[in-house]
């Protein structure tokens, strides 16, 4: 048997002529959005925060005899990965022809003729795998990717390497996160200080030996363990056993085997700004050295570390049943991420009523489950939540501190209005609108319960035909928060039986959020689109985002029109506007008063808007437009119509309701 072991960057491992194959007994490829996504703002951090060389792990690799190919037994789930993310790389090179060039290079591997070689992918996916990543990863068709349905992708494998670039690639076009002109640095940064650890054998058996030693988990010295020491160093010999034990009892109470998560919140709190380095390095240097200039390590335990693990604790693990706070901090656990801590502990630290600490809570959950439903990436989402501790320090109003731009708007609103992922942000979703119909967190809910499709997989007798379950069991309006199983409702005879069993669920099996609507026995698709539109108005107005700064009632637009809110483009350019088309984005309301005071004759005309899009005369007539309600209330139209109608309630002439309409939607 023969061993190397050799420390490699991305570029030294992605030249050359070496094929890395993923042989077919593998294990599929399965990392998640989330991994990726964690994968790649791990990278974008080291590179943005100048955090020197980045170490990536290691892979182990079984060589072929006589030739310059590899297989795989760890490591392909990162490396799938990493090929993914510079192929997205390339994509968004544009029209930088040479950087564009260069970048694919990695990816293949260029034709030999003295060795017989045609042009070859660097990285070789299991078969099934095969036709989907050379096409559209290697291949450089990521525009013709991001029109795939995933729904129609086989087998999961495929799916995933579809989801994960979609996903990494609405991370990386953020101006925040890369701007189109730093693409090239971070490409730098990725492929010469990134490395990771390759060990190459000749043997199957011994690869898998020393997979099994890499996996095995050590205990390495934490990032607390260093922080104890520097700060019992400052503190008096005759008191180190006393804050020694105070010490271990506060880390103890995080109730956590990664206390290092605490310093790391910790140190934004301080610094009242996301980290830029290392946590061991900015920690040391930016919070410890200052405070030990002018107070002790008694002051730092007594003032800094029992008071904000305790505000942790709080946040993060005790019992909320009798807590004011309960709904927001109840909401917040929700989330996989946790860079909301940071400002709870702050709150909850702060000498303030329960009933303040509650209004701020609620409003720290509002910022940041709209920054999490528009999928904000986490750099921004860090600033967003230190921008709202900073207004809650300079005393700012509470509506400034939580105040939501019309971009995070529009794209939490598209993100309920689109199919939703398999991943957490169901559960969030429906718990936030079960809170918005109960008007609190409910006590008392299963433990068991949990996000399931709705609607049974095969056609059973009452749900009408017409319905596309497999479109809905993926959108908000089709699904259920309930303890049952999946096969409760796939093996039901007929939409009563499904219907009775969601019911009978306790605490939500009565509510719009534990059981689609029936209509003795029958479901209809006008019913799920008049729940998707009752749900998405409950999670908006929870929020308070359910109007942007025009007016507009996001909950009223079509899915269209929020993804051209999101793109800063039209769905209904070249379209002639309509008064019904103006009610039905919330511009003008249902019930709105408009009147026409015709001064030189006396006159003075009242309509109202119908909840149809029509304005209803004086006289009980309905008529379709501005200028036919001119017409017929004076016998012709030669009034402008839109100038001589003004909104009661605030003053706007027509026409600039008109105009609001038509520089948001380009008709």
């Known amino acids: 048997m023969t061993l190397s072991t050799t420390q490699k960057t991305i570029e030294e491992l992605l030249t050359g002529n070496r094929q890395y194959q993923i042989p077919d007994f593998q294990r599929p490829y399965v990392w998640e959005e989330q991994q990726a996504i964690a994968l790649v703002n791990d990278l974008l951090d080291a590179w943005r925060t100048n955090d020197g060389d980045y170490f990536l792990g290691s892979i182990v ?57 045609d042009e070859r992918p660097r990285l070789s996916v299991r078969e099934c795998d095969r036709h989907f990543f050379d096409t559209f990863i290697v291949g450089d068709n990521v525009d013709s990717l991001l029109d795939v349905e995933a729904n129609s992708l086989t087998p999961t494998s495929v799916r995933r390497i579809h989801d994960n670039a979609r996903a990494m690639l609405d991370a990386l076009i953020d101006p925040e996160v890369l701007p189109p002109q730093e693409t090239q640095n971070f490409v730098q940064y990725l492929m010469l200080q990134v490395s990771l650890i390759e060990v190459t054998t000749d043997s199957y058996q011994a690869a898998h030996r020393i997979f099994s030693v890499l996996n095995t988990r050590g205990v390495p010295l934490a990032a607390t363990d260093i922080f104890k020491a520097r700060v019992l160093s400052h503190v008096a010999p005759a008191n180190r056993p006393r804050y020694a034990a105070l010490w271990e009892d506060a880390i103890n109470s995080l109730a956590t085997d990664n206390p290092d998560a605490f310093f790391g919140h910790l140190l934004t709190l301080m610094l009242r700004s996301p980290a830029r ?72 630290g702060m000498n303030r009523s329960n009933e303040e600490a509650r ?51 529009h794209r939490a609103a598209a993100t309920i209005a689109r199919p939703l992922p398999q991943s957490s942000i169901r559960k969030i979703l429906l718990y936030h609108a079960l809170v918005a119909e109960q ?63 969601c019911h009978e669920v306790p605490i939500v099996g009565m509510s719009e959020v534990g059981a689609l609507p029936s209509d003795r026995g029958e479901i209809h698709e006008a019913a799920l689109e008049k729940r998707q539109r009752h749900l998405m108005r409950l999670i908006l107005d929870y929020w308070n985002i359910r109007r942007d700064s025009d007016g507009i009632d996001l909950s009223c637009l079509t899915s269209a029109d929020l993804e051209a809110a999101v793109d800063k483009r039209s769905a209904a350019r070249g379209r002639q506007v309509r008064l019904a088309d103006v009610v039905a984005t919330g511009i003008i309301s249902p019930g709105d ?3 026409w005071r015709r001064r030189n004759l006396g006159n003075v005309y009242v309509v109202t808007i119908s909840p149809e899009g029509t304005i209803v005369l004086p006289d009980g007539q309905e008529v379709s437009s501005p200028s036919a309600a001119v017409s017929a209330l004076t016998g012709n139209g030669s009034a402008a119509a839109l100038d001589v109608f003004v909104r009661e309630s605030d003053g706007k002439k027509l026409r600039d309701l008109w105009n609001t309409y038509r520089d948001r939607f380009g008709a």
Request: net charge negative; aromatic share 6%.
């Open 439 to 501: 008007h609190s967190f409910p006590q008392g809910l299963p433990r068991s319960l949990g996000v399931l499709a709705g609607l049974p997989t095969k056609q059973i007798r009452g749900v009408h035909e017409s319905i596309d379950a497999q479109a809905w069991n993926k959108r908000l309006g089709g699904l259920i928060l309930t303890t049952l199983k999946s096969r409760t409702i796939n093996q039901a005879p007929d939409w009563d039986t499904v219907s009775r069993a």
């Open 61 to 117: 690799l079984v060589d072929h005899s006589g030739g310059d190919n590899v297989d795989i037994i760890d490591g392909q789930q990162r490396l799938t990965t990493l090929c993914i993310l510079v192929a997205l790389l390339r994509h968004l090179a544009g029209t930088d022809a040479g950087l564009h060039d260069e970048i694919g290079q990695l990816l293949s591997i260029p034709e030999s003729r003295i060795k017989g070689l």
């Open 359 to 409: 209004a701020l809570l609620a409003s720290l959950e509002r910022v940041y489950g709209t920054a999490v439903a528009a999928r904000v990436v986490p750099g921004t989402r860090a600033v967003i939540v230190t921008r709202f501790i900073s207004a809650i320090e300079d005393d700012q109003p509470v509506d400034i501190a939580c105040s939501v731009p019309d971009d995070i708007r």
């Open 277 to 348: 380095r290392a946590l061991i390095d900015c920690f040391s240097e930016d919070v410890l050295t200052p405070f030990f200039a002018t107070k002790s390590g008694e002051q730092f335990i007594d003032e800094v570390v029992i008071p904000n693990a305790r505000a942790y604790a709080l946040a993060t693990l005790a019992p909320l049943a009798e807590h004011p706070a309960a709904t927001p901090l109840e909401l917040l656990r929700l989330y996989d991420s946790a860079d909301w801590k940071p400002a709870a502990m702050y709150i909850l």
């Open 593 to 595: 008063t408009f009147v």
